[in-house]
């Protein structure tokens, strides 16, 4: 119970703070709408056929590159005035900084996922809500697992200098089976295909994924966090 | 370990591979479907394995410098991953050339040789991050957590990624494929070199770490004066 009300303290006080700021927020939305309306339509021909193959692909790409740039502010906001020396210093548990922070997160590239979804299914003519449900538990299972590692490496990178550029670089090839499931089932879905028995493995993959590395970075939070 | 034990084995291993080839090039005969080139699998296939293996040496050393707090396995922990890499990039470009003479490209998405490129990728990134952290101990937490990461990673890599449809020749080891007794005792043969060849360089890997800390640690002291 205490464990819980520690994990929500965080992640109100961090969504509090972003929420009044909109600092990375607002830059991950810009980016990502950039991207999908402008870097997208040119680099490959939006006919709907070719988008229904790949749109998966290409939400994910968004996605992930959204959520590097909302997940690098993690820790990195808490740098001024010695935050993070206090925030480790307090009588907070490691994994429940972790799992607050986490969970801001989440919420955070979650706002960004929804927000693409319908500009996506506009400008290149997708219909892409046939399978509502379904889709928003793969965008929410895979933005979990995004975040969890983001958080993670986060953490880990806060003190470096090139931090912005090894986030992506040491997130994106652990991220692979996570995002090749999303990815499965984000095209199925997006066509209209319904939870059939090849997408429901790709989901037990997406789910089991999510489970191992939260089990780690939770087991490992105090390492990461206390030293 | 002691030089002279180090060099014996470099020599042992020199000797053996050579013995090897010899037999690999002179005694055993072309396979029928291939030809000459599948030679190249009797250390494309044990490079794999020493490559494996070094992910699983590293990632126990992680565990035990975050459970020890010693350096000699954070020294461990990166030359098993760098000797390792150095393996995995022998498996891949070995399997590039086979590829090319065989399949006629150099490159294909077929699962193990995405797995392996992953995998390969993911690795390269623990030395990445290593290079860009200054204190030693700081360094040396930071590169242990991620190399559990990694190691964890890697069965999901291999597969996820086998649920792609594959190109590559079925597993002779585990099922599937056939070969000859003699090519088969050849493939751990060569192992036993290859292997000698990886404890030799990550000892000495260890060695330029552990050096290089202690040369870190005068500095400091001649810096604190």
Redesign the interface.
């Known amino acids: 119970m205490r464990f819980l009300r520690q994990t929500w303290l965080v992640a109100s006080k961090d969504l509090r703070s972003e929420l009044r700021t909109k600092e990375a927020l607002n830059a991950a939305l810009a980016f990502a709408l950039v991207m999908i309306l402008l870097l997208l339509s040119f680099a490959f021909d939006p006919t709907a056929e070719e988008t229904r193959r790949t749109s998966g692909g290409l939400l994910w790409l968004v996605f992930a590159f959204a959520g590097a740039l909302i997940l690098n502010r993690s820790f990195v906001r808490e740098l001024t005035n010695d935050c993070l020396d206090v925030l480790v210093s307090s009588p907070l548990d490691g994994a429940a900084l972790f799992l607050g922070k986490s969970l801001a997160g989440f919420f955070l590239l979650m706002i960004v996922e929804l927000a693409c979804l319908p500009v996506f299914g506009i400008f290149y003519n997708v219909a892409w809500h046939r399978q509502l449900g379904p889709l928003l538990l793969v965008l929410a299972l895979g933005a979990w697992g995004l975040t969890v ?1 983001g958080t ?2 986060s953490a ?2 806060v ?4 931090r912005e550029l ?1 986030l992506p ?2 997130v994106y ?2 991220m ?2 996570g995002l ?2 999303a990815i499965q089932l984000t095209t199925a879905l997006v066509a209209g295909r319904p939870l059939d028995a090849e997408l429901y ?2 989901l037990k ?1 997406l789910v ?2 999510d489970i ?2 939260t089990a ?1 970075a939770l087991g ?1 939070a105090d ?2 966090l206390l ?1 | 370990m002691r030089s002279k034990t180090l060099y014996i084995m470099l020599l042992a291993a020199a000797w053996l591979m050579a013995a090897d080839i010899a037999v690999i090039l002179l005694v055993l005969p072309d396979e029928a479907a291939q030809g000459a080139v599948y030679r190249i699998i009797f250390f494309h296939v044990p490079a794999a394995w020493t490559a494996l293996l070094a992910c699983l040496a590293a990632f126990l050393a992680s565990c035990l410098y975050l459970l020890k707090r010693d350096f000699r396995w954070d020294a461990l922990a990166v030359a098993t991953t760098e000797v390792g890499l150095a393996f995995g990039a022998a498996n891949l470009i070995t399997g590039m050339i086979w590829a090319r003479v065989i399949w006629g490209i150099w490159w294909t998405w077929d699962a193990r040789l995405t797995s392996m490129l992953v995998c390969w990728v993911l690795y390269a990134g623990y030395l990445m991050l290593r290079r860009a952290v200054e204190e030693p101990a700081q360094r040396a937490r930071a590169a242990a957590v991620f190399n559990i990461f990694a190691f964890a990673d890697v069965p999901v890599v291999f597969f996820s990624i086998r649920w792609w449809r594959t190109q590559h020749p079925q597993p002779v080891v585990w099922g599937g494929g056939f070969m000859d007794a003699a090519m088969w005792r050849m493939l751990f043969l060569n192992w036993v070199p290859l292997l000698l060849l990886f404890v030799a360089l990550v000892a000495l890997r260890m060695r330029q770490e552990q050096a290089a800390r202690r040369l870190d640690g005068l500095r400091r002291r001649a810096h604190a004066f």
Do not use: E
Request: charged share 5%.
């Open positions: 590692i993670m490496f880990l990178t003190n470096l200098r090139l090894m670089a040491l090839p652990l692979i089976p090749l499931a493995d790709w993959l089991s994924f191992i590395f780690l490992l390492a990461v030293g």
